[in-house]
């Protein structure tokens, strides 16, 4: 942003400050700087990736490297969905976050507003979901919603509860981080 004094309709004026008090002169500099620097929208511009899409994880008992399957930001409920095929099993990774900004959120139940869950596919399907007990954590260090500069970046750590086959039949964990998502 460029700073124009025609833009706020201020006629020139002539500012006198005092010769040689310098304490003036920093007071009167240092207005300016928070002036100019206030005018700067919080969070709505293009944010910037610090390098490829990456999205990582121990899940399932593994570390693994995930493919990003979709993401979708509707409103402002964000959710990814995540992949890694490979050996022993396949793992998929969903994470479901109402952010309207970057900033700290509480994984629950699949009926708050924040959730996860982690499917292990080998020989049969296991499901996991965090609920009201297994609950998670996911940090958003950056979220851009515009058009055309979406992007997600962030880390997460999650208990889940198994649902599937067998409801309570244990409980996994998932910790991972992620950068450079766009949608």
């Known amino acids: 942003m460029l700073f124009n004094a025609s833009h706020l309709n201020i006629r020139k004026t002539s500012i006198l400050i005092p010769s ?12 300016i700087a928070l002036f100019l620097f206030s005018c700067a929208k919080n969070g709505s511009g293009p944010a910037k990736s610090s390098g490829p899409p990456t999205f990582t994880a121990k899940a399932g008992g593994y570390q693994r490297n995930f493919s990003v399957n979709s993401v979708t930001y509707t409103g402002s409920l964000l ?4 992949e890694s095929a490979g050996k022993p099993d ?35 399907d296991t499901v996991y979901y965090t609920d009201n007990t297994h609950l998670g954590n996911i940090q958003l260090t950056s979220l851009n919603t515009t058009s055309g500069n979406h992007l997600v970046e962030g880390n997460f750590t999650f208990l889940c509860n198994e649902t599937t086959p067998v409801a309570g039949g244990g409980a996994d964990t998932a910790t991972g981080s992620f950068a450079g998502i766009t949608w």
């Open 90 to 124: 396949t793992c998929f990774i969903t994470i479901v976050v109402t952010a309207k900004q970057y900033g700290n959120f509480t994984l629950a139940a699949k009926s708050s507003p924040n959730y996860a869950s982690m499917t292990i596919r080998d020989h049969k």
């Open 79 to 82: 959710t990814m969905n995540l």
């Open 20 to 31: 040689g008090s310098n304490i003036y002169k920093g007071i009167f500099l240092f207005g």
